[in-house]
């Protein structure tokens, strides 16, 4: 899907330069260019959002800002997982990670979230061990700042518990999804959250004695997570239809072939709106 070359007013803003060099800015706008991202992945232009991002990669670097390089390699490392490349989704990590430690963000949030993200990416791509030890330092960087927001921490709680899974740790696995979920109980819209969080707690239980076993904890977890998808959420239409989405499969797996077409029908109409 092709929408075309970016407009002057996606990525002009205000002279921040020295006098006589005004238009030239010295950072690219982060803000801005998130947003126009966030359009694209609404639309499931994927293609679109990768050009979009990797124009800011180009600027950022030609312009030597470095927090804004860091910010659009964050982005990618995210666009790639989500689109499954392992290829350049690692080598987003290790040039976001090399980048991270070379500016004055150590123990920031920013930073924090830097490092969330690089290991959700090393976790969806097998790379377990690598993901846990990444998580385990932004996980001691949250708990430092007092300042951070309850979502990152359910958001940072469920990741580990996932890459506990996979690494065959069970009980911490349990663990972690509950902290996620106690933690997203508070926050605007974070029954989607929950919702996920409790999906992937059945696919743990399933893995870690099977069906036969954990029957009944399992079916009680699905119900949980239909309840809290099929409520009213107030949250960005693209992220709601994205959650259902990724949730579909899940109940059609385990035979809620309604709850799956539902929210599959769900988040076809929100992306057919204008």
């Known amino acids: 899907m092709d929408h075309g070359p970016l407009k002057l007013e996606d ?16 950072h690219i706008p982060q803000a801005r260019v998130i947003e126009k991202m966030d359009e694209y992945m609404s639309r499931r232009d994927y293609d679109g959002a990768e050009r979009h991002l990797n124009y800011w990669l180009s600027e950022s670097q030609f312009l030597g ?42 123990g920031t949030i920013s930073s924090g979230t830097v490092l969330v993200n690089a290991a959700t990416a090393l976790n969806a791509f097998g790379e377990n061990e690598r993901s846990m030890d990444l998580f385990l330092k932004a996980l001691k960087v949250y708990i430092a700042n007092d300042s951070t927001d309850p979502s990152l921490l359910g958001g940072l709680y469920n990741n580990m518990a996932l890459t506990c899974c996979a690494l065959g740790k069970y009980t911490d696995a349990m663990i972690y999804f509950r902290e996620a979920v106690e933690k997203m109980s508070g ?35 699905l119900d949980k997570a239909e309840a809290d998808l099929l409520r009213d959420h107030d949250a960005e239409e693209g992220y709601i ?20 077409e539902d929210l599959k029908k769900k988040a076809e109409e929100i992306y057919a709106r204008p």
Do not use: W
Not at 11 to 26: A, N
């Open 187 to 221: 926050v605007p819209a974070g029954e989607l959250e929950q919702a996920i969080t409790y999906l992937n707690m059945a696919d743990c239980l399933l893995h870690d004695g099977g069906m036969e076993k954990n029957e009944s904890k399992i079916y009680d977890l």
């Open 241 to 260: 239809a994205f959650v259902y989405e990724k949730c579909a499969p899940v109940f059609s797996y385990y035979g809620y072939f309604k709850t799956a």
């Open 11 to 26: 990525y002009q803003e205000s002279c921040t330069t020295s006098p006589g060099s005004c238009g030239v800015p010295k």
């Open 65 to 106: 800002d470095r927090r804004g390089e860091l910010t659009v390699r964050n982005e990618l490392i995210g666009h790639y997982r989500k689109t499954g490349n392992r290829e350049k989704a690692l080598e987003q990590v290790d040039a976001a990670l090399a980048l991270l430690d070379s500016l004055d963000l150590k």
